[in-house]
Each structure stands twice: as C-alpha cells, then as structure tokens.
C-alpha cells in the first residue's frame, strides 16, 4: 500500500482513495465533513461572484446604511462606511478561505485543526447562535410582511397591539416547515426567491424617489444632505457614531468570516475564490447601502423621521392588492436569505455535538425554539440597538475566532495541514489535550471579555463595545501567537506534507 495521504495538482490537495478508505469508520469522518475532491472544486469566479450577490441582497444590507442615517450621519458617509466595512471584513474572510480552497476541508474540520477535535464545537457553535439571532432579526422582518398581508384582508389586524408577535410566529413556522422538509424544498425556494429580492430593490429605490417627489424634494436634495450633528451629538459623536458603524458593517459577516471554508473548499483555484469575493460582496453590499441610505433620507425628509427598517413603510401602502403582492413578495424573498444563511448552518451545528441524539430535524426546531429567545422587537427595533446592542456586541465574540484561525494556519502551522490527523481524533497530531486546546480557548476568552463587558453596560468599556471586532480580533490574535510560540506537536514541516503527498 502507498505512503501517499493525498495528491497535488495546481497547489490544490485532495486523499487519495485509500486515504478515505482508511478514514471511512472514524467517527470524525462522513461524507458531509469529507474533504472536496479535485473533480469537486468546480467553482469559478462567477459562481463565487453569484453565491455573494444572492447573500449580500436582503433587507439588512438596506439597514446597515439606513441606521447610520437614524443616527445622524449624511447619506454619503453612511455609504462610505458601510463599504469601508465591507473591504475590511473581506481581509480575514480572504484569509480564511485559502485552507478551505487548498485543502478541501469544511468549517468544523478546520476549525478541528485550531480548537482540537472536541474544541471545535466552540467556534461551531459561536457560529450557530449568531444564525440563530439572525434568523430572529429575518423572522421579525418576514413576520411584519405577514402582519401587512393578513391587515390587506382584515384590516383591523393592523391595530392590534400582539400583531407584530403573531406575524414573527407565523413566519418563524413557515421557516421551520420549509427547512425541516430538506434540501430540494429550499432549492426550490432559493430560485423563486432570488429575483424577487432584486425586483424589491428597484421598488424600493422607486417609492423613496417617489415619496421625495411627492413632498417636493429631489433626488439631488435626498443625496447631498448634511450629517445631523445634533443627532450626532446626542448618541455620543461623530467618531463614536463612525467607529461604532464602521465595527457593526464588519461584524455582519463576521459569521462568515468563520465558516467560508464551507464555500471556499468547492473553489477551482485559489484566484477564482479571490476574485469571486472581491467582485461579488463588497460592490454589492455598496449598492444595497445606497440604496438604504436614499430610502432613510426620503423618509426623514418626507415623514420628519428616518426609517431604517424598510418593512416600517407596508402599512404605508394604501392599494390594499399592491400591499399584499408587495407582502408577498418580502415573505418570500426573506425566506431564501433566511433559511439558507441562519436556520441550515444551526441545525448542522447542533446536530454535530451529538449525531445519535439530534437529528437534522431537531437541530431545526431547537434553532427556531432558540430565535425567540433572542427579543428580535429589542435588537431590530432602533438604529442604536441594532448597531450597538447586537451586531457590535456578537462581533466582539465572534473576532478572536477569526484571527486565532488566521495566527495558527498562517504564523504557527505555515499553511501546512495533515488533513489525516484532522479525522483521526485522539490518535492524530491535532488532538492537544483530551481533544481541546487550551491555549486557544485562553486566546478567545482574552480577545472577547473586554469588548462583551462593555456591551454589557461598563461605562468605561464604552468605546471599546462599540470597537469590539477591532479589539477583539488584535487582542486573540497576539495572545494565540504568544501561547503557541513553543508548541510542536500539532505542526507539520514542509518535508512531512512533500513526504506524504503524491505528486
């Protein structure tokens, strides 16, 4: 029998059939955790580019720019800073893409590689109560279209003060009915949904022209207003406001920032992931932040306040039939983004921590039962609370994960992997101590504790909340590199991969 664990073409790795013969009884190992074969790494560009257009456009795009304008910021400094965000995130979703391109591996396993083979449920399940609140933040927005589409039948439902909280349980149902009957349901229900949702951007753009015109405002007075220093000053300052929108825009992909390599490993090439992301994500989420900052201009000009969610604005609709096209057509659209980014990621998570126990099913209701915990009516009903409360404080969580994945593959493992070991559990090299590495779990305590006592309400940890990713990510990322400058054990040389891959 060879020697050889894997082979090599064009820097991309994959086992060898014996490899994953041997492999086949781990408990580690099954085929959804496998790593891509060479022949599975079909993705070019455009399909990267595609896959972070259709993830990019859903009505929280639209509030990442809008809340900013709430917050006193004019429209464009609101749009700067969203895409200043969005090019500083992609640096260590960039990063963490490459293991997953080169090595075929998905999250958990990569995450194996850094936390130990039973650590990896830490960052696996970080990860999962993160989709958990957001499937809360997309099931109280697909809940307000619902409340919209029944007050077009029954009009008195609209005033009626648990409306809201219905609408958040019917549409929290239908997520769970949906994704709990499989893939080929949400399959079906991503290709209906995705030109909806561009279909609801132009009309979105449309009715805020619109609503502008009407008042008598143009579209030169929406762009060019001023920032509000009165607002501005009221909720902390023009730096306080700036840097706690620039940590919000970054920590909403902070989630993927984690479990690209879920993505990254059906990629045909290193450049293709690369320029996939840079063409698709940021460029986008620009658009979707003009388009949101224009929306909350028009309705401050036109209302006297600005609106950052735009589902606020369906009762507005006074054409009881274009309401209920237009409520349908955001219960559907919210659907697609919904299930597919924070309802499938969970149930897998949870399913992973006890296989036997938790099935795909129940992993689906305990991540829906699990959305109302999360208040949504708190977190997505103000601009502060949304930017403050929520996205700043999961992204102060969520950051020294990141860089902790990055100082190991990068500085301590030099981006050499036994992908073996990775599914060999206590008999391989990433298996530290009793299947956890400590030194990692240190590191993310280290870089989360700070920014998270701020969110709680220490005052003097204010402005390091509100700049939680930036502290977060610096802090875990030194610490890990301190903790594992002696550490041997769990790094392959380079002569070890040339000895053990097949060229």
């Known amino acids: 029998m060879s020697n050889y664990t894997q082979k090599e073409r064009n820097g991309l790795y994959e086992l060898t059939d ?79 893409s490459h293991a997953g391109t080169k090595y075929g591996i998905p999250f958990p396993v990569f995450a194996r590689l850094t936390f130990g083979s039973i650590g990896a449920h830490i960052p696996s399940l970080s990860r999962a109560l993160t989709a958990c609140g957001w499937n809360a933040i997309q099931s109280w927005i697909g809940g307000a279209a619902i409340v919209t589409l029944i007050a077009s039948i029954i009009p008195a439902f609209n005033d009626m003060p648990s409306a809201p909280f219905i609408g958040f349980g019917i549409f929290l149902l239908i997520v769970w009915f949906i994704t709990v009957k499989g893939s080929e349901s949400i399959k079906y229900l991503q290709a209906v949904g995705a030109p909806i949702l561009v279909i609801l951007t132009i009309a979105l753009f449309i009715w805020s022209i619109m609503l502008a015109a009407n008042s008598g405002y143009s579209i030169g007075d929406v762009i060019q ?46 450049k293709a992931q690369f320029q996939g992301q840079i063409y698709g994500m940021p460029i986008m989420m620009a658009a979707c932040a003009f388009i949101g900052a224009f929306f909350a201009q028009s309705t401050k000009l036109a209302l006297g306040t600005a609106i950052f969610n735009p589902t606020e604005v369906l009762p507005l609709i006074n054409n009881s039939f274009i309401a209920f096209i237009v409520s349908v057509g955001v219960i559907i659209a919210t659907l697609t983004t919904n299930i597919a980014a924070n309802v499938v990621a969970p149930a897998n998570g949870f399913s992973n921590i006890s296989p036997k126990r938790i099935n795909y099913q129940l992993g ?68 530290y101590q009793g299947g956890w590495n400590i030194k990692a779990i240190i590191a993310w305590i280290c870089g989360f504790i700070l920014p998270t006592l701020g969110s709680l309400g220490v ?34 040389s380079n002569e070890e991969e040339e000895a053990m891959t097949e060229r």
């Open 18 to 96: 014996s490899a994953r013969a041997e492999l086949a009884s781990s408990k580690y190992y099954n085929e959804d955790l496998a790593p891509t074969s060479l022949s599975q790494r079909t993705w070019t560009t455009y399909h990267i580019t595609s896959l972070w257009i259709g993830m990019s456009v859903c009505i929280p795009s639209f509030t990442m720019a809008s809340s900013l304008v709430v917050l006193g910021l004019s429209p464009w400094l609101a749009v700067f800073n969203v895409a200043i965000g969005n090019i500083l995130i992609l640096i260590p979703i960039q990063l963490n």
């Open 225 to 270: 207003a001023k920032t509000d220093m009165s607002i501005v000053n009221s909720k902390g300052g023009m730096l306080y406001i700036f840097l706690g929108g620039l940590t919000a825009n970054i920590s909403f992909w902070a989630t993927m920032a984690l479990n690209i390599p879920d993505f990254s490993r059906y990629a045909k090439s290193q």
């Open 364 to 431: 689906v209701t305990i991540s829906c039962i699990l959305a109302i915990a999360y208040r949504p009516w708190w977190i997505f009903g103000g601009a502060g609370s949304y930017i403050f409360g929520w996205l700043n404080t999961y992204g102060g969580i969520l950051a020294p994960i990141a860089a902790i994945f990055i100082a190991d593959y990068y500085i301590v493992k030099k981006r050499n992997i036994d992908v073996m070991a990775l599914y060999h559990g206590q008999n391989g090299r990433y298996w």
């Open 459 to 492: 005052d003097s940890l204010k402005w390091v909340s509100a700049n939680g990713y930036f502290v977060g990510f610096f802090i875990g990322l030194i610490v890990y590199v301190i903790l594992m400058k002696n550490e041997t054990t769990s790094f392959i």
